[in-house]
C-alpha cells in the first residue's frame, strides 16, 4: 500500500514484499529510465519491482541487469544521458510495459518481443529471451547471459541510499542472494517457424501456472477446477485428445506423465513444466526415440530428461519413478487426491491424520457428500469415457432439450472437441440464438435437469452457479443400459459469449492461457464471455473496467481481431 504525504514533497511508500516464491525479479537491479520516482506511473512501476524481489539501483552501475526505459524517450536519449556509446554487453533494456508483463506471468517474459521494444534499440541476438533458473535443469543450462550477481541485498539496499523515493518496510524480511536468472533456457529461445501464436503457447507453458490471468476466469470456473474439485494444475490437465494413440513414442510418453504428474503433486511447478514440455515435444516424433543422443536433438527435450527416455526404453523403468511411488505418503495422497471432491489440501488432511485407504476415510474421516459420492463412484469417475459414450450422454441432452424448446444448440466441449478419443468428463455447452441467458437457465435449471434426474439419467447433482444466476451445472450422469456414472458439466451461454465460450471450453488450458496472453499482448483482455479493449487498469495492473468489447459471439473472428490465423480444435493440444 501506497501512502502519500500530500504537499510536503516526499512521499512515504510502503513497501509489501510478495511471498518468496513470487518474487520474480529476486536478484535483479533494476535502472529506470528516467531514474527518479517523481512521475506517480514511473514511482508505481518501481515500487512494484521492489515488491517483487528487484532492486532499484539509483546511479547506472555494473550490477544493473535491466534498464526499464519509459515509454517517451528512445534508446538514444539514454545512452546520451548515460553519457556512452554503446551499453555494456548482457544488460537488458525493456520499455515500461516489461515489468507488468513479468508480474502479469508470475516470470521473466520473453524481452525480446516487440512490445517491449525500446524505439531505436536493437538487441543483441544472444539476449533474445532471458529465463527464470529451473532446478530442474539447472545442469543443463549452461550458458549465462550476464555474470551472477554478488553480494547478499537487504530490503534497505534495495534502493540505494541517494535515492529519492522514502521506503518503508512493512517486512524485516532480508533477501537471500540468489543469482540473476540471467540465464538463456534453450528450450525458451523461440523457433524460426513460429508464428504469434506459438510464441504465446510457449510463452504460456513456460510461466507460473497460477499466473494472475486468473482474474479472466469469471464465475469461479477456474476456482472449481483449482480448489473445491480437484486441486488440478496445468500438469495434471495431461490429456492430449489422443490418449489412445500417442505414436511411437507411446509407453514412453505414459512413463514420463506419471513423472510429471509426480511433480505436480508435490507441487514442483518447474520440474511439472519441463516435463509437459519435454512429452509435448516427444509425442509430435514420428519415429521412436530409444536414445539419449536422439532426444537431446528434439526442441524442447533437456539432457536429464533426455536420460530418462533412454532408461525408459532400455529398461521399461524408471527408477526416479519407481522410488517416487515407494513413497508411502506420496501414494496415499494419489489415492485420495483421485477421489472427487478433495483437493490438496483435504488429501493432506486425511494423511496427516493417519488414514491410509479409502476404507479409513469411509469408515473414520469426516466427509462431504460429494466426497462420499467420489468414494462410491471412484473407479466410475477416474475412468476416461469413450467418444462414443460422451456422444450417447450428450444425445439424451440434446434430445431432452429438443422437447423442452426449439433451436437449443447443445455443443461438446473439452477434449472431445480436441478430437480426444476418450475424455476426464462430459462438458455441454448450451446456447439459444436470440435468447436470454435467463430463458435458457429457465429451461435447464428448472425443466430439463428434474427431467433428466426424473428419467434416472442424471444421478447427483454435485456443483451448481448460484440458482439466480447461475450459468453452470455440474453432477453425474448415466446410460440407460450402463451402471458406470460419469461426470458431466452443463455450461450455459447466451448467443453473443458463443464464440468465447467455445474458445474456452475447448481448451486445452495451456492453450487458453495462450489465447490471455495473446490479448493482453495487445492491450486486449479475453475471458469465457468475450474479447475486450481499452481494459483500463490501474498501475498495479488491478482492472478498473471491463472494456469495449471486440467480439463474443463468433469464435474465428476472436482469432481475427487477436491477428492469429484460425486454429481448429483438434490442433489446440498444448
Ligand atoms: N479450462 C481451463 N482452465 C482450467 C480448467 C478448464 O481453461 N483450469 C477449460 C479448458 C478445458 C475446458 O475448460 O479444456 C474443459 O475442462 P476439463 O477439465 O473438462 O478439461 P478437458 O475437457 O480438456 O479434459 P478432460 O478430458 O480431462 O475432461
Ligand atoms: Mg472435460
Same mark, same amino acid.
Given at each position: 500500500m501506497i501512502k502519500n504525504k500530500k504537499g510536503k514533497g516526499k512521499q512515504v511508500v510502503d513497501i509489501k514484499l510478495v511471498p518468496e516464491d513470487q518474487r520474480i525479479f529476486q536478484g535483479l537491479h533494476f535502472y529506470f529510465f528516467p531514474n527518479s520516482d517523481t512521475h506517480p506511473g514511473r514511482r508505481q512501476r518501481i515500487v512494484k519491482a521492489i515488491e517483487y524481489g528487484a532492486s532499484w539501483q539509483d546511479k547506472f552501475n555494473d550490477t544493473v541487469t535491466h534498464i526499464i526505459v519509459d515509454r517517451d524517450y528512445d534508446f538514444e536519449q539514454l545512452l546520451k544521458y548515460l553519457k556512452l556509446k554503446e551499453l555494456p554487453a548482457g544488460i537488458v533494456v525493456v520499455n515500461e510495459n516489461y515489468t507488468a508483463t513479468c508480474m502479469d506471468f508470475y516470470k521473466l517474459v520473453d524481452t525480446s518481443t516487440i512490445e517491449f521494444r525500446v524505439k531505436g534499440y536493437e538487441p543483441p541476438a544472444s539476449s533474445a529471451t532471458i529465463a527464470q533458473p529451473n532446478p530442474s535443469q539447472a545442469s543443463e543450462v549452461s550458458l549465462q547471459l550476464k555474470p551472477v550477481k554478488r553480494k547478499a541485498v537487504v530490503l534497505s539496499s534495495q534502493v540505494t541510499s541517494e535515492a529519492s523515493l522514502n521506503l518503508v518496510s512493512s517486512s524485516a524480511a532480508s533477501l537471500s542472494n540468489s543469482p540473476a536468472p540471467g540465464v538463456l533456457d534453450p528450450q525458451q529461445v523461440p523457433n524460426k517457424d513460429e508464428d504469434e501464436l506459438d510464441t504465446a503457447i510457449r510463452q504460456a507453458k513456460e510461466s507460473h501456472p497460477l499466473a494472475s490471468d486468473d482474474e479472466d476466469d469469471v464465475e469461479g470456473h477456474k476456482r472449481r477446477k483449482t480448489n473445491n474439485w480437484q486441486d488440478k494444475f496445468q500438469c495434471m490437465h495431461k490429456h492430449t485428445g489422443k490418449s489412445g494413440d500417442q505414436g511411437p513414442n507411446a509407453h514412453t510418453l505414459v512413463v514420463l506423465q506419471e513423472l510429471a504428474d509426480h511433480y505436480d503433486q508435490i507441487r514442483d511447478q518447474w520440474r511439472c513444466k519441463s516435463y509437459r514440455q519435454a512429452i509435448s515435444a516427444l509425442r509430435k516424433q514420428t519415429t521412436k526415440i530409444s536414445t539419449k543422443e536422439a532426444a537431446m536433438r528434439v526442441y524442447g527435450i533437456g539432457s536429464s530428461i533426455a536420460? $530418462? +527416455? =533412454? =532408461? +525408459?526404453?532400455?529398461? @521399461? %523403468? *524408471?527408477?526416479k519413478l519407481d522410488f517416487a511411488k515407494l513413497d508411502e505418503r506420496q501414494q496415499i495422497l494419489n489415492r485420495f487426491m483421485k477421489i472427487y471432491g478433495v483437493g490438496l489440501h483435504a488429501a493432506e488432511n486425511f494423511a496427516s491424520a493417519g488414514y491410509k485407504t479409502i476404507d479409513d476415510l469411509l469408515q473414520k474421516a469426516e466427509l462431504t457428500d460429494n466426497q462420499r459420492i467420489g468414494i462410491d463412484h471412484y473407479d466410475d469417475f477416474n475412468s476416461r469415457v469413450p467418444r462414443a459414450e460422451v456422444e450417447k450422454h450428450a444425445g439424451i441432452v440434446k434430445k431432452a432439450l429438443k422437447g423442452l424448446g426449439k433451436n437449443y444448440i447443445v455443443n461438446t466441449m473439452g477434449s472431445y472437441r480436441r478430437g480426444a478419443q476418450d475424455s476426464g468428463d462430459i462438458d455441454l455447452l448450451i446456447t439459444k440464438p436470440g435468447a436470454s441467458i435467463d430463458e435458457i437457465r429457465t429451461t435447464v435449471m428448472d425443466r430439463l435437469v428434474?427431467? *433428466? @434426474? $426424473? %428419467? $434416472?439419467?442424471?444421478? !447427483? !447433482?454435485? !456443483?451448481? @452457479?448460484?440458482? !439466480?444466476?447461475? @450459468? $453452470?451445472?455440474h453432477g453425474a450422469s448415466c446410460l440407460p443400459d450402463s451402471s458406470t456414472w460419469r461426470r458431466i458439466d452443463l455450461l450455459l451461454v447466451p448467443e453473443e459469449e458463443l464464440g468465447a465460450a467455445l474458445l474456452y471450453f475447448t481448451g486445452n488450458d495451456i492453450f487458453n492461457r495462450s489465447m490471455r496472453l495473446l490479448a493482453s499482448k495487445k492491450g486486449m483482455r479475453l475471458n469465457q464471455r468475450g474479447l475486450y479493449k481499452d481494459v483500463l487498469r490501474d498501475y498495479g495492473r488491478e482492472k478498473l473496467s471491463e472494456g469495449t468489447l471486440v467480439e463474443g459471439k463468433d469464435e474465428r473472428k476472436i482469432f481475427e481481431a487477436l491477428g492469429v490465423p484460425w486454429r481448429p480444435p483438434e490442433h489446440r493440444i498444448c
Open positions: 536420460e $530418462k +527416455i =533412454e =532408461e +525408459i526404453v532400455r529398461t @521399461t %523403468h *524408471l527408477r428434474p427431467l *433428466l @434426474t $426424473k %428419467h $434416472k439419467f442424471l444421478v !447427483a !447433482a454435485l !456443483a451448481q @452457479t448460484s440458482q !439466480a444466476d447461475g @450459468t $453452470k451445472w
